[in-house]
């Protein structure tokens, strides 16, 4: 596509947005499906707005820039696959512990069918994801979790994914990195899940104890049982712009304390600030950082 | 059910103790007060969640400082965490059981509103988990058992609290726990809500009390998470699987420990020994074990809990 098209087609796009946008302020019904608009469904496939800046951008060029908006630096969620190829050595991908499945411990009503949804909603199978790679050469264990799936929870297939990479790597000597993102313990799965708070922590202190390295990276957002657990103990200790990490959520304190939170609280901005962080990365910078990382640890 | 039958028997008891014995209505109301007291003894016999969630809270359960006068004796208080901070939602110090000498660890709620305004409801903030952590280390370091008594809403929301590393002070006392080289009891009285119960509930033996809730959160936190309704806390206990008698099989509790009929409050004294009876079995137990054999039998229970529930697809094959 030209440059040309491409800014008449970005300008048609804006304009029509803006127009819905209108409609939908000034309380119209909105229009789905069959009778949306084919024209701006066709560039919905092709653009995105920033809900930070509001500047549209070719959904390609924003996946190109480590899904970061390339106007005020807005990070959309990275899908866990993008992400690991972002810090990886090409080829040296091999993913692990994806043979395991989980079972409804408190029979949960409707429990099972939400997990079966969630999986065809997001082509994940849990809410974590568990690879061993190459970083410049350096073997390296790394787990990623996905907000996306059941906003991220941690259930006993969670804790499990966690608890045997640290075993991985314990047993082959070499460092482990954590992208956290989580709302907290999995409320399907009731003391179980809290008990993975416990069973993380030990892994991960037996993987310290023992010598091994443990990088966590913050990601948006790291909350509750996970932010209390395993995301709280890195030896180094990165996140990334804006991600929002803190045990209880900013909806939660503002109840208790009835008043509005500062502006950025429990940023990683204000992470650092307040000595919780070593370093906010962007995520072009990331690879880079933990070779760096990595390399000290040689 | 229940929180009827108990307001109205703690009203009329209230009423008889202001009366003078002569008067004519004396009688009809100790009648009647035996009458329901009948009816709430027939009534416990089955307890629904949401009844325990209401014993559990009760204003006048039992809380750490009555076990720490009835069960112990020579107690000296331990405060601070070293770090700049007090908090004295989280109480502990040193003590003798029966002439052994242990540390006592505990969340601290109140008996009576004034109290527990004080204490913050039994919700620490990080420095108590930090004072608990430092008491814990210096056990090991003795070499004196750790009793811990868990009774808290769960740990302070707070603005504070967040900036000072809440989620740091709890990950980092269940790492440090899996690890202890000391003998852990952890006994759960009142109710034991999220990670702030569970930052000082990683032991060898977890005990819980027949009425104490232990759960992931608050019946109503749960139901404003899933249902966007926190009124809707009475299904939320009952889906929740809260109670002893849940959490029992699934392997989260070794031990039941039952109360007088009516509740904990009723009859503080029988729960004084079933809990004396409870930790002495547990340091007669350990007395023997090295601490490297207790540190790893905990690390073991903590890995295996939920194995039960993990399957290997096979068909998946093995990926290392």
């Not at chain 1, 970083?135 to 259930?155: E, H, P, Q, T, Y």
């Not at chain 2, 009534?43 to 720490?68: G, M, W």
């Not at chain 2, 809260?242 to 039952?258: F, H, M, N, R, S």
Request: aromatic share 6%; charged share 30%; glycine share 8%.
């Amino acid at each position: 596509m030209s440059s040309d098209i491409l800014e008449k087609r970005k300008t048609k796009f804006t304009r029509m947005r803006m127009l819905r946008d209108r409609d939908a302020a000034q309380g119209k019904p909105k229009v789905t499906g069959q009778e949306a608009d084919p024209r701006i469904a066709h560039l919905e496939d092709l653009f995105v707005i920033c809900p930070e800046c509001g500047e549209s951008f070719l959904k390609e060029e924003v996946r190109k820039n480590y899904y970061t908006c390339p106007h005020c630096k807005h990070l959309y969620t990275m899908p866990v696959e993008k992400r690991l190829r972002s810090i990886a050595d090409d080829g040296s991908i091999r993913v692990f512990a994806s043979n395991l499945e989980a079972v409804n411990p408190l029979h949960f009503p409707g429990y099972e069918e939400k997990i079966a949804q969630q999986r065809e909603k997001s082509g994940q199978a849990e809410a974590i994801y568990s690879a061993v790679c190459k970083i410049d050469g350096r073997d390296v264990a790394v787990v990623i979790m996905n907000s996306k799936f059941l906003m991220g929870s941690m259930g006993i297939l969670v804790g499990e994914y966690v608890t045997r990479a640290c075993e991985y790597a314990g047993m082959h000597k070499i460092p482990l990195v954590i992208f956290t993102a989580s709302g907290g313990a999995r409320m399907q799965e009731g003391m179980l899940s809290l008990m993975q708070m416990a069973k993380t922590s030990a892994a991960i202190e037996k993987f310290k104890r023992a010598g091994g390295l443990y990088i966590v990276v913050y990601t948006h957002p790291t909350t509750g049982g996970v932010s209390a657990s395993f995301a709280g103990l890195g030896d180094i200790t990165l996140a990334e712009p804006g991600a929002l990490v803190g045990f209880a959520g900013p909806r939660v304190i503002e109840q208790t304390i009835g008043e509005k939170l500062p502006e950025g609280f429990q940023k990683a901005e204000y992470l650092e600030e307040h000595g919780f962080v070593d370093q906010v990365v962007e995520r072009e910078r990331l690879r880079e950082v933990l070779s760096r990382i990595l390399k000290l640890h040689a | 059910m229940i929180e009827e039958l108990d307001r109205k028997i703690d009203e009329m008891e209230a009423t008889l103790a202001g009366m003078q014995s002569a008067q004519p209505e004396e009688k009809i109301l100790r009648f009647q007060l035996k009458r329901d007291r009948d009816e709430l003894l027939a009534a416990c016999r089955e307890l629904t969640p949401a009844d325990k969630v209401y014993l559990a809270r009760h204003i006048r359960r039992p809380r750490i400082d009555d076990y720490t006068k009835a069960l112990f004796t020579e107690f000296f208080e331990q405060k601070g965490d070293r770090l700049g901070k007090e908090d004295p939602s989280i109480f502990g110090g040193i003590a003798l059981f029966e002439g052994t000498p242990v540390t006592i660890i505990g969340h601290r709620k109140g008996h009576d509103l004034n109290e527990n305004i004080k204490l913050q409801f039994g919700m620490p903030g990080p420095e108590g988990y930090r004072k608990a952590l430092r008491l814990m280390k210096q056990a090991e370091k003795f070499h004196r058992p750790v009793i811990l008594f868990i009774d808290t809403p769960g740990a302070y929301p707070g603005l504070e609290a967040e900036e000072f590393g809440q989620s740091q002070a709890i990950a980092e006392n269940l790492a440090a726990m899996s690890m202890l080289q000391v003998p852990v009891l952890a006994i759960i009285t009142g109710e034991g809500n999220s990670g702030g119960a569970l930052a000082i509930g990683v032991a060898n033996r977890v005990c819980m009390l027949e009425n104490a809730v232990y759960s992931i959160l608050s019946p109503e936190g749960f139901a404003s998470i899933l249902w966007h309704d926190a009124s809707k806390s009475k299904e939320a206990c009952n889906i929740m699987k809260l109670t002893a008698q849940d959490l029992k099989p699934l392997g989260v509790i070794d031990e039941i420990l039952p109360e007088p009929p009516g509740g904990a409050h009723r009859n503080p004294q029988a729960v004084y020994e079933t809990i004396r009876g409870c930790v002495r079995e547990f340091l007669k137990s350990t007395k023997n074990k090295s601490g490297k054999e207790m540190a790893r039998a905990r690390a073991k229970k903590i890995r295996r809990m939920d194995a039960a529930w993990i399957r290997i697809d096979k068909a998946a094959g093995e990926d290392k």
